[in-house]
């Protein structure tokens, strides 16, 4: 049995899963971290702390599979002949600052970080904006690494002199574990820097950004592997499984191949199984996105969509809500209690919210608490409860918050369909998987019928099939669809559709009469 771990680095927390290639989780196991934020926009997280997640998230399944593949040998001496690979999966639009040694000079600004708005309103819309979006894909907004760097450049003059190079979570993760400044496809197609089309910088984000190549990491295929850890690199991963012996070397084998993967959205479509055109994966978790999967890219004369790498041949085009699990979040907690969030009071607030007829009985949201990607890209925009009325409780304003951001993710679709086509089949990930009722809520709104594989961890098990095609045991990554098996299937109401369009009517124009007074 050959075993490829996919680890995925998110934002707030690092999953790894062990993943076999005939598609058989044997194991899984997380590390979170703290996200730091005030009220001018920051959102970041510490370098540090998530090298540490990664080592600790990789300990922990190797801890859980070494039974399970059978690696106790004749000398009771823990051997890793079943583990072929590991291979990684990261969060998008992250930006560090190092200097010339690779020690941080910042955190990592996060894709949530909102302080680059006002340069971002600045480029949008002017000629350049246009071109760079032309030939990058993404769009310009406040999320983007482009954005972010003339941030750093008008706001700490200093510090952005003083840094060697330019580089996301998983190249700082990288470099620590290989001492080489490297970056996937899929994490540089996300930048605003990288030229989609000729894989390669693009010198007029270069000009804008006010930096050169050499300050960024050499772009590299997403199937691209190294083997040779640095000692400091292995001494961590050579942790010893506790009450097993072990022989140094073969927890982790000198000569195991690490693939570098690629982005956490591409990769979600994959392990959800949407990896055919018109094939599209739903995502919610802290944030939402909905993404299809294409064979080139694909631009939007509205510059509404993105268009990322996957690997060679394959590209999502899709767009990205700021606002997914994170608004019931808030509302819960900051509303109803000021108490954290466990999973059981999440399903109770849902399930009372499950009680109230779809349509709030006139009640909308505009989910924009964090500000607004795709498709108004408008760091500026806020959250609006709209039609409130005295018969209106709790639970109604549960549901116009699963409402919301699922008509968020309704118009986005839209915008993807305008660009692509029609949409066939939804395959939903994410933690929102854990609840019947916004499923079905999501089947109603978009009309389509919604399926789940059972695994919520999408874009760790994407990075197991990448890595498992990238060693040979797929052929290409097409064959990712017989791994991943739909467990249910949502079939769609019209007659809910109905009442849910009628109140997205009103949700589309809410945002741009109040655009100005936001």
């Not at 990261?90 to 955190?107: K, M, N, Q, Y």
């Not at 450049?153 to 990288?174: D, G, M, Q, T, V």
């Not at 080489?180 to 605003?192: E, F, L, N, P, R």
């Not at 849902?350 to 709030?360: K, Q």
Request: glycine share 12%.
């Amino acid at each position: 049995m050959h075993v490829v771990i996919g680890i995925d680095i998110g934002t707030t927390n690092t999953k790894a899963v062990a993943f076999t290639e005939q598609g058989e989780v044997l194991a899984s196991a997380g590390a979170s971290y703290p996200v730091y934020t005030d009220a001018g926009g920051r959102h970041e997280l510490d370098p540090g702390q998530l090298l540490e997640a990664v080592v600790t998230a990789l300990s922990k399944v190797r801890r859980q599979t070494i039974s399970r593949e059978g690696l106790v040998g004749a000398e009771g001496l823990v051997v890793a002949e079943g583990l072929a690979g590991v291979s990684f999966s990261c969060a998008f639009h992250s930006l560090i600052a190092v200097d010339e040694a690779g020690i941080p000079l910042t955190r990592a600004m996060t894709w949530a970080d909102l302080r680059a708005s006002p340069q971002a309103k600045l480029l949008k819309g002017s000629e350049a904006g246009k071109r760079i979006y032309r030939h990058t894909g993404v769009p310009i907004h406040a999320m983007s690494p482009l954005c972010k760097l003339l941030w750093l450049k008008e706001n700490e003059p200093a510090l952005f002199s003083r840094a060697a190079r330019f580089i996301s979570i998983k190249e700082y993760i990288w470099w620590r574990l290989f001492g080489k400044y490297q970056v996937d496809h899929g994490i540089a197609s996300a930048t605003g820097l990288l030229d989609t089309r000729s894989l390669d910088w693009y010198p007029e984000s270069l000009e804008v950004a006010g930096i050169d190549s050499g300050q960024l990491s050499a772009p590299v295929s997403c199937m691209h592997m190294e083997s040779g850890l640095l000692p400091e690199a292995r001494s961590l991963l050579e942790a010893v499984p506790e009450g097993l012996p072990f022989r140094e070397g073969l927890l982790f084998p000198a000569g195991m191949p690490f693939i570098i993967g690629s982005g956490d959205g591409s990769l979600a479509n994959l392990g959800s199984g949407a990896v055919r055109s018109g094939e599209t994966a739903l995502t919610i978790g802290t944030s939402g996105a909905i993404r299809m999967t294409v064979t080139r890219p694909e631009d939007d004369p509205q510059e509404r969509v993105f268009n990322y790498v996957i690997a060679d041949g394959y590209y999502i085009c899709g767009g990205a809500t700021n606002n997914g699990g994170n608004v019931l979040q808030w509302y819960i907690d900051k509303v109803l209690g000021g108490k954290e969030v466990d999973e059981a009071e999440w399903q109770r607030r849902i399930e009372e919210a499950d009680t109230v007829p779809p349509g709030c009985e006139g009640l909308l949201f505009l989910p924009y608490l964090q500000g607004e990607r795709a498709p108004v890209w408008d760091g500026d925009a806020k959250g609006v409860f709209f039609g409130v009325r005295s018969l209106h409780d709790h639970r109604y304003f549960m549901r116009a918050c699963l409402e919301g951001v699922s008509y968020a993710l309704y118009q986005i679709g839209a915008s993807l369909e305008e660009t692509i086509g029609p949409i066939q089949n939804i395959y939903a990930s994410g933690g929102f998987t854990r609840s019947t009722a916004w499923l079905q809520l999501m089947a109603d709104v978009f009309l389509k019928k919604v399926h789940i594989t059972g695994v919520a961890d999408a874009s760790a098990i994407g990075a197991g099939i990448m890595g498992l095609c990238a060693l040979g045991f797929i052929e290409d990554l097409d064959g990712a669809k017989s791994l991943v098996q739909v467990v249910k299937t949502f079939e769609p109401d019209a007659a809910r559709h109905a009442v849910y369009m009628e109140n997205y009517k009103v949700f589309t124009q809410l945002y741009d009469r109040l655009k100005d007074l936001m």
